[in-house]
Nanobody, 124 residues
Framework: QVQLVESGGGLVQAGGSLRLSCAASGRTVSDYTMGWFRQAPGKERDFVAAISWSGGRTYYADSVKGRFSISRDNAKNTVYLQMNSLKPEDTAAYYC?????????????????WGQGTQVTVSS
């Protein structure tokens, strides 16, 4: 079992930046591929980014490529999502997830554990 807690969300103006953190406990995060997803009001939860257990492979949704960056610090048992050049359409609840699969995936059913989410609101 692994528990995930997201933090770092908030209100930011368009063009601004935020860094989300996902702290893991219960198991070492280095055992897992990690991902970030988001869900806007009235919409389905969508894939944002994923990173392999070693950090050597990353994968991004087209909508965030070039603006967001996923990273991990296995020594701190934490995964990060650096979000730059934020747009109002990035407004959503952001969720961290852990997968015991070796490959990075954009599919929610590849992930075994989920955090409770942190809200990001981007004003225009």
């Amino acid at each position: 079992q692994v528990q995930l807690v997201e933090s770092g969300g908030g209100l930011v103006q368009a063009g601004g930046s935020l860094r989300l953190s996902c702290a893991a406990s219960g198991r070492t995060v280095s055992d897992y591929t990690m991902g970030w997803f988001r869900q806007a009001p009235g919409k389905e939860r969508d894939f944002v980014a994923a990173i392999s257990w070693s950090g050597g492979r990353t994968y991004y949704a087209d909508s965030v490529k070039g603006r967001f960056s996923i990273s991990r610090d296995n020594a701190k048992n934490t995964v990060y999502l650096q979000m730059n050049s934020l747009k109002p359409e990035d407004t959503a609840a952001y969720y961290c997830a852990a997968s015991n699969r070796e490959y990075v995936s954009r599919y929610q059913n590849a992930y075994n554990y989920w955090g409770q989410g942190t809200q990001v609101t981007v004003s225009s």
